[in-house]
């Protein structure tokens, strides 16, 4: 975490042509007014200090403010957004963690059937796909000619809190989770997919067959189980990085306020403390999963919990 | 073979832009035709039609003619022929695609490699570098360094690259990717190094250049040949998704992703300009998948991918 503090920080002001007082004065300024821009943020400081001087305003103090609206704590805003991102996620894992795991289940107990390559078709298809775009078809089939009839139902596009009315909470982000969720459903039936194909000519299956067990329950308690563990590493990953910013592309077409949001609003204006807020809460969620993830492990494979 | 012949076909088609706009639309894709014409059943009719709802004000591009000579999908709203964009956007897209793959598999080659031959703190110095940036979340990483880029350049020394130039998302998109494909390959590399075959070179004296050369790389360039279709499917994509976010390929110039942006503001009234590109991108994306997974099958059944877009 550390690490990554560091390599944030390097990017947005070590990189060579990259000079974020020239930005905050503006393109017209005079170089006087850029060097007193320079001095009012500590910009003229080598890099060390800044970057202890920065990491105690986000941390200890918690008063690091933005550079371009300022007065606007970063804290408070990724607080405030936090919740969003957290609610779209959350559905969203729902959704394709169902919708993964049953596609992958099925595909390999259908395993040269028909249906086993159409499914996996879909899951190509669902990877393919780009998040936004998906997102703004839905908007037009949703919000467009259609909307008077068949889906006069679906709200406008933007954020409901859970606590202000669950209804319209779901309501509103029905069709984003939806389409957040797609491209991982897509990934995960296939990774289940191969992973209980191999599982399936794995020994502990053989004597599992020998004993006389059912079929079904031989996929569902044997190889399931320890096929899980891949989707259990991939689902810790991808929910720590798509609760850090990575549902920056979903959140931008919906029009959620989230911390993707926010993110890409202060990117757009280089407004660095903002960044350096949301990159590091983002790179908090990322480390946390991977430990969640490790202690995951122990509950579902037994060979973890000998070593 | 199905994914061959479709990359195959967009490619072919993509690379006959100018001759398309040239000599079949007699269009200019890039600059802006405001006051153009075009002709529909006969009679001439501006491309940027006068607004009739609401106050009048404004115009709104003309939407699909679906005829090949006339603004086939229509035009966006600056009155170019969206087709014809859509044909030169491929281009950057594939080109984007193809050469960040390229660069990515190179360069991964080389780090993984070293990394798993050579073992001890090489390898424990860009092993920790692929964890750093492994952890860190890739699509924001790919945007934090193009808005970084994109405002002023790129200026290292005696290189510099102008901020509009198409190697600065080139060059972006190899970089966030490399951690992907250099892991695996890394611990494939240090497998093969307790292989009889490598002990036997190391033992005849080799030196470690003619063993990576003679003896490493053949073994590992299967996987490698495995992992390049699916890194420009997955290049395609992250291309596109910043050029969307208008942080990728430059105006004029054209990529799937920017025409999608473009399509943005005419979703209600003219949807074709931001679905046609999606559609090209979904296809583009599904054959060099199918592409991968035929690869895989040939060359190494037992290779596992981490796909993450």
Known sequence: MFAISILVFLIFFATPGVDPAARIAGRSATPQVVQQVKHEFGLDRPLPVR???????????QDLSSYINIGDRVVPQIESAAPVTLSLVLGAAVIWLVVGIAGGVIAAANRGKFIDPLIMFFGIAAISVPAYWLGQVVNLITQSKLHASLFSWVPPSGYVALSASPGEWALHLLFPWLTLAALYAGIYARVLRAELVNALNEDYVRTARAKGLSERRILIRHALRCSLISIVSLFGLDFGSLIGGAALLTEVVFGLPGVGLLTYTALQNLDLPVIMGAVMYGAFFVVLANTVVDVAYAFLDPRVRLV | MMGLAVCLFVVTICLLAPVYAHDIAHVNAFASNLQGTTIINGKRILVLQNNTQGLGFGVTPIGPTWNFSHYFLGSDNQGRDVFARLLYGGRNSLLIGTSSAILCCAAAAVLGVVAGYFGGPIDWVLSRIFDIVWAFPIYLLAISLSVVLLTSGLNLGPVHVGPGSLLLPIFIIAAVFVPYVARPLRGIVISLRER????????????????????????????????????????????????FLSIGVQPPAASWGTIINDGLGLLYTRPWVAIAPGIMIVITAVSLNILGDGARDAFDPKAKLRGSI
């Open chain 1, 51 to 61: 970057y202890v001087l920065m990491m105690d305003h986000l941390f200890i103090k």
């Open chain 2, 196 to 243: 009889e075959f490598i002990q036997a070179a190391i033992g005849s004296g080799a030196s470690d250049l003619r063993i990576l050369w003679k003896e490493v790389l053949p073994n590992v360039a299967p996987s490698i040949i495995v992992f390049l279709p699916l890194m420009v499917a997955f290049d395609m994509l992250t291309e596109s998704a910043l050029s």
